[in-house]
Nanobody, 125 residues
């Protein structure tokens, strides 16, 4: 059973940057697409970004396009989310998730089977 662990969250001022990491243990990422989602207090979990199993295809929510970048290192079983020009509205718990083996990039939660516990990102104004 794969376990996903997010890291890299924290408190940052508006305009700052953070890099989140999602590491897999007990399984592999290399044949699976991986996505990032976030959930702010009182709101539903929302899609942020996703990367195909090869890394050749990515997708982003409109709200983060041009500011966030998703990448992966299959040799390290790790997926990253580089977040630049952060805004207070980016404040949320960020989750990574593993999709279906050899599957395509999905932008909704039902497309993912395995989830991490989340890491908190707080952006102050």
């Amino acid at each position: 059973q794969v376990q996903l662990m997010e890291s890299g969250g924290g408190l940052v001022q508006a305009g700052g940057s953070l890099r989140l990491a999602c590491a897999a243990s007990g399984g592999t990422f290399s044949r699976y697409p991986v996505g990032w989602f976030r959930q702010a207090p009182g709101k539903e979990r929302a899609f942020v970004a996703a990367v195909s199993w090869s890394g050749g295809s990515t997708d982003y929510a409109d709200s983060v396009k041009g500011r966030f970048a998703i990448s992966r290192d299959n040799a390290k079983n790790t997926v990253y989310l580089q977040m630049n020009s952060l805004k207070p509205e980016d404040t949320a718990v960020y989750y990574c998730a593993r999709g279906r083996q050899w599957g395509g990039v999905a932008s909704s939660a039902p497309g993912y089977d395995d989830w991490g516990q989340g890491t908190q990102v707080a952006v102050s104004s």
